[in-house]
Every structure is written in C-alpha cells, then in structure tokens.
C-alpha cells in the first residue's frame, strides 16, 4: 500500500457522498463500520480535521466503498464528472484555469497543478506543448486501480476544460507503476514540445 496521503479536496467530496447515502437510507450504521477505517467514519460524520492530509489507507476505504456502491470501477468516470464540474468556479481550480489559458500545454498544467492540490507530494514529471502532454505521478504508483481511476479521472475532466481543440485523453497505469495522465492533438503547426513546456515550467516557478 502506498504511503502517499491526500488533500482534503479529494475526500471531502467522497465522504459527503457516502453520508448522503446514509441519510437516505443507502447504508446503514453497519454498513460504514464494516467499509471504512475509524479516520475515513470520522470524515463521513463530520468530525475530522479537514487541513490534515489523509492516510492512503483511509482513502481506500472510502473510494472500495463507493466503487461497490455504484457497480465497479468504471462508474467512478462519472463520479468524476460531477465532481469536477463543482470545482471550477471555486478557488484554486478557477485560477488555475485561469492561468493555463496563456500556456500553449494549458490542459497539462492544469491537470499537474490540480494534482498537487489534490494529493500530498505526488512526485509528478512531466512533458508537454501545444500537441500534447504527459503527467506522470510516481506518488499514487500503489494505489489500487480504484483510486487510481478516480484521481486520473478527476485530472482528465478538469484537463479538458482547458482545451483549445478536441484533445485525446487517456489515464494509464491503473494496474501497477505511476499513474499516467497523457492528451494529444491533432495539429497541423509543428513545434518543439521541449522549448515550450518552459513557459509551464515559468508558470510553475511563479
């Protein structure tokens, strides 16, 4: 299991899910107790601290529940889906979009900046320009396939947002090895992807 924590924004909206469904009577108290660690319980009630970064053992729990609540692992897509759209009129997603609309890898900088914001030190490399990019997030590299199509999931959505053209994005590396966010474009303008992810790199640096 790896011992990479996450952030705040990436649970909180999980363990609101799951205590909805508890309010409406999708889960009972035996339920949760059975399904979660004593930290992840403590999120869905309401009563964790919400600056702490959260163990990847107790974001397990939340994301296997969820996963056999909605049928598997492909419906976490979805869940992504809203949950992305909720995030970008708030602080810091709309500033990063913001930001990346200056960059000719815009999509690649929000999906590496929302990485940052969204999981604790993910150790993330990173190649892109205006035909494309790639993020790798050598953090999550044990995480179960679940969380890991959740999170890339997350980071495509808010990547589209940013594009320019039709982008083809795929999430690698679910089964084992570092998660891996990549997009390509079709593009008639040749370029050097190198020269132009600095002005990522600049944008980083500021």
Partial sequence: MTTT???????????????????????GEDDLDRA??????????G??????????????SLVALIASQLGGEAALSDLAGGIASNWLARPPVDAILRAS???????????SQ??????????W????????????????????PALKALLGALLVRLASTAARS??????EGLDGG???????????????????????RAALVA
Wanted: proline content about 9%.
């Fill in 101 to 111: 609309r200056s960059l000719v890898d815009g999509p690649g900088f929000v999906a």
């Fill in 5 to 27: 924590a996450y952030l705040a924004p990436f649970v909180e909206p999980l363990a609101l899910l799951v205590r909805d469904w508890q309010a409406d009577g999708k889960l």
């Fill in 178 to 200: 570092p998660l891996v966010v990549s997009a390509r474009v079709e593009s008639s303008r040749t370029s050097d992807p190198v020269e132009e992810s600095r002005l990522h």
């Fill in 36 to 45: 979660l660690s004593a930290r992840a319980r403590a999120w869905v009630d």
């Fill in 125 to 144: 490399s990173y190649r892109g320009g205006r035909d494309g990019f790639e993020l790798g997030l050598r953090g999550p590299a044990s995480a179960s």
């Fill in 114 to 123: 929302a990485a940052t914001w969204l999981v604790q030190a993910p150790d």
């Fill in 166 to 171: 039709p982008l083809d994005l795929r999430v």
């Fill in 47 to 60: 009563v964790c601290e919400a600056s702490a970064p959260i163990p990847a053992e107790d974001v397990e």
